[in-house]
């Protein structure tokens, strides 16, 4: 019985989001798309390309106060006529040292299946508290 595309994309993301706990940029790779695209939430700063996002998430991983950053998806939406999705949820950023939140809001993402592999084409974020 193969998934469903919502089940995929909430694996994915699940993934993801351990990747990021882990400081794993390999698995943060294999789930971007080589054009990936994310707007950061505050500043809106645009990092362009699966390349890019890794040395940004690099440099974030060796500070030594590092934020570690949580999406949690409430609502994927299929098309029914393209190999894509649409994610909306809430983000949340908080000290590695589990403290309480230093940041948080809303995102969306787009994934693309490409192959089997449903990955990140472009992510938005709205920095809200």
């Known amino acids: 019985m193969s998934m469903t595309p919502e089940i995929a994309i909430r694996m ?4 993801f989001n351990r990747a990021l706990t882990d400081a794993d ?3 943060i790779g294999s789930i971007l798309a080589p054009n990936a695209v994310l ?9 362009s390309g699966r390349k890019a996002q890794l040395f940004a998430w690099k440099r974030e991983f060796s500070s ?14 299929i098309s029914p006529i393209e190999p894509i999705a649409f994610e909306h949820g809430q983000w949340v950023g908080v000290a590695t040292t589990d403290g ?15 192959g089997n592999d449903w990955l990140i084409e472009a992510e938005l974020f709205l920095t809200l508290a």
Do not use: F, H
């Open 12 to 15: 994915a993301r699940a993934a």
């Open 25 to 27: 940029l390999a698995a």
């Open 39 to 47: 707007v950061a939430g505050t500043d809106s700063a645009l990092i």
């Open 64 to 77: 030594p106060g590092r934020t570690v950053y949580t999406r949690t998806p409430e609502t994927i939406v």
């Open 100 to 114: 309480p939140p230093l940041a948080s809001g809303n995102y969306s993402a787009k994934w693309r299946q490409i």
